[in-house]
């Protein structure tokens, strides 16, 4: 199991732009796909962004295209999510993940970071 703690989360005014940060735990980082999901109050987790092993791969919510863009550094052990032009329908919780597909979750999650864009 790959244990993961997300930062940088915060408010912003829209326009705004935030980078959160997942820094994971566990020797089978670098072979795993890593996503980034989210969860707006009274809604569904949703899915982000996901990004394969090596990097080369990477994928995205129609919602997200153009303004998020998601990248690892396995050195580091870490894979972030810079967000650009953020709108007040990017507001939620934002949870990493590990293990999973292009679109679909794996088993492990972090703990969730904030993010609150204000119009």
């Known amino acids: 199991q790959v244990q993961l703690v997300e930062s940088g989360g915060g408010s912003v005014q829209a326009g705004g732009s935030l980078r959160l940060s997942c820094a994971a735990s566990?020797?089978?980082?670098?072979?795993?796909?890593l996503g980034w999901f989210r969860q707006a109050p009274g809604k569904e987790r949703e899915f982000v962004a996901a990004?394969?092993?090596?990097?080369?791969?990477?994928y995205y919510a129609d919602s997200v295209k153009g303004r998020f863009t998601i990248s690892r550094d396995n050195a580091k052990n870490t894979v972030y999510l810079q967000m650009n032009n953020l709108k007040p329908e990017d507001t939620a919780v934002y949870y990493c993940?590990?293990?999973?597909?292009?679109?679909?979750?794996?088993?492990?999650w972090g703990q969730g970071t904030q993010v609150i864009v204000s119009s």
């Open positions: 990004i394969s092993w090596s990097g080369d791969s990477t």
């Open positions: 566990g020797r089978t980082f670098s072979s795993l796909v």
């Open positions: 993940n590990a293990g999973g597909g292009s679109h679909r979750p794996g088993g492990s």
